[in-house]
């Protein structure tokens, strides 16, 4: 019998086998992982493929624009007329809060001005539309479709007509991807409407209620009350909606109780949003108290209870 | 164009008559995945998004299984970066993802042919669960809770496509009727 080797004729070469490209890639997957999760080394070659991916996005936005202006073309007259009706009321019930605001803002920027009080709402804002949600189950994340080009950057807040939707966490020439409130990661500080109490509103990812965590049992907190922005982190400002506190659960056992809440505003609906410019009212942090012999807790963590 | 096949014949018969299948035009590949590309940047909400498939995966599995030598694990594994920036997650997930599944393509593509279009599908749907444990893995690490039940929706609804997919895949490689 004659005896033929494993290798093939050079002739039949296909390069490396399967396993050995597997490893490879494999190990460079991890060690691209590692670089990204730890060192964020990698956010130029991202968004050069960002920009690449642009107008394929764009392509894929075609097919709902066009049903939704034909859907708008075919809208009957009464329907339009309906709707015309419907917002003068709205207008008409909205008259008196709003007839007085210029005033009132003057008057307040006045007064502000005297109190040497930074303005506490920046005025200028993007609208964008949401191009897509992200694909991920895990993370709470939309796109938007303007980016630095329209002067959006990282860390300013998003909100709808309702209330606040999130922060952009990335801005790429043409769009920005958006951390929705209700990600696992993301943490608001608020305030009680009713009580003023603090407190940090929490994501909690998908299918989870959002909580206002690190209550404690004896604090001010009733199914029903509304949480708005304290604006104490200097990334969202003062006094936007957040979300309604569903139940309140206070166990003996524990230290805190668990409060869960409903975002206000549309988190999981497509549609406008407005990303507010952050002002440049922020003041400066203070310097830390430089201590040299204790060891520095993890900033992260420090950042994410300044409320 | 079909060639009837005898009711009794196995799965498993190796003299099963197969179509000669005319040469591919290289360029019909990337159009193929820029088209998948496209299907996963749709603009979904609600349970179209839950239950959407992965058409990536689908197609790189198809071309992994019927053109190995076009197709590999370093092609996915860029695809997979592309999707990472798509997905906005830490870059090598789906790189790592899609580079198994081809590796895993790879190793059982003689198998899956041996098979008709929907019998294939349940190995299909095995393939992509094995693509989606990665991705599960991959979180886990990160620190990342066990999502619910409908996470194992796309690969069975990716397994459904299987047939449509791969008959309008092969559709530009088919032989003239008349011949």
Redesign the interface.
């Known amino acids: 019998m004659q005896h033929f080797s494993d290798a093939p004729p050079p002739f039949f070469h296909r390069g490396p086998s399967p396993f050995a490209r597997l490893a490879l890639f494999g190990l460079l997957s991890l060690a691209l992982l590692f670089t990204d999760s730890r060192y964020g080394y990698l956010e130029g070659i991202r968004s050069i493929v960002a920009i690449a991916l642009h107008p394929l996005q764009r392509m894929v936005q075609i097919p709902g624009e066009t049903l939704a202006w034909v859907a708008m073309y075919f809208t009957s007259q009464r329907e339009l007329s309906e709707e015309v009706a419907a917002l003068k009321q709205q207008v008409l019930a909205q008259g008196p809060a709003t007839q007085g605001y210029g005033l009132l803002r003057d008057e307040n920027a006045a007064l502000r001005a005297l109190l040497a009080i930074h303005a506490r709402f920046a005025n200028a804002a993007t609208a964008a539309e949401v191009l897509y949600t992200g694909r991920d189950p895990f993370s709470k994340k939309i796109f938007l479709n303007r980016g630095t080009d329209a002067g959006i950057k990282a860390g300013e807040a998003v909100i709808d007509q309702f209330g606040v939707i999130g922060q952009v966490t990335r801005a790429f020439p043409q769009m920005a991807e958006v951390t929705l409130i209700t990600d696992k990661d993301h943490a608001v500080p608020v305030k009680v409407e009713r009580s003023g109490v603090r407190g940090v509103f929490f994501g909690a990812g998908a299918g989870r209620m959002p909580e206002l965590r690190f209550m404690a049992s004896s604090s001010d907190v009733r199914p029903g009350d509304k949480l708005y922005t304290s604006g104490l982190d200097g990334i969202y400002p003062a006094d936007l909606a957040v979300a309604q506190v569903l139940s309140v659960e206070r166990e003996t056992g524990q230290m805190f109780s668990r409060i869960l809440c409903t975002p206000t505003a549309g988190v999981d609906r497509t549609g406008y949003v407005l990303v507010l410019r952050q002002g440049e009212a922020q003041l400066p942090r203070p310097e830390e108290p430089v201590e040299a012999d204790l060891p520095r807790k993890g900033t992260r963590a420090k950042g994410r209870r300044s409320g | 164009m079909t060639v009837a096949v005898p009711r009794k014949a196995s799965p498993l018969a190796p003299t099963r008559p197969e179509e000669i299948l005319r040469p591919i035009n290289p360029w019909f590949i990337p159009l193929t995945f820029?088209i998948a590309?496209?299907g996963?940047?749709?603009?979904?909400?609600g349970t179209a998004?839950?239950a959407?498939p992965d058409f990536l995966a689908l197609v790189i599995l198809y071309w992994c299984i019927h053109e190995p030598?076009y197709v590999?694990?370093?092609i996915a594994?860029a695809l997979?970066?592309?999707m990472d920036?798509?997905?906005?997650?830490?870059?090598?997930?789906h790189?790592?993802a899609y580079?198994?599944l081809?590796?895993a393509a790879?190793?059982f593509r003689r198998r899956v042919l041996r098979f008709r279009r929907w019998q294939q599908a349940p190995q299909i749907a095995l393939l992509l669960f094995i693509c989606t444990v990665m991705v599960l893995l991959?979180?886990f690490v990160?620190g990342?809770?066990l999502?619910?039940w409908?996470?194992a929706v796309p690969p069975l609804v990716g397994a459904l496509l299987w047939p449509l997919t791969s008959a309008l895949l092969q559709w530009p490689q088919r032989p003239p009727a008349e011949l």
């Not at chain 2, 996963?40 to 909400?45: A, E, H, I, Q, S």
């Not at chain 2, 920036?85 to 997930?93: L, N, S, Y």
């Open positions: 820029v590309l496209l996963n940047l749709l603009p979904l909400t998004a839950m959407r030598r590999g694990v370093g594994w997979g970066l592309v920036v798509a997905d906005a997650t830490v870059f090598g997930e790189a790592l580079a198994v081809a590796y790879e190793y991959i979180r990160g990342a809770p999502p619910s409908t996470y």
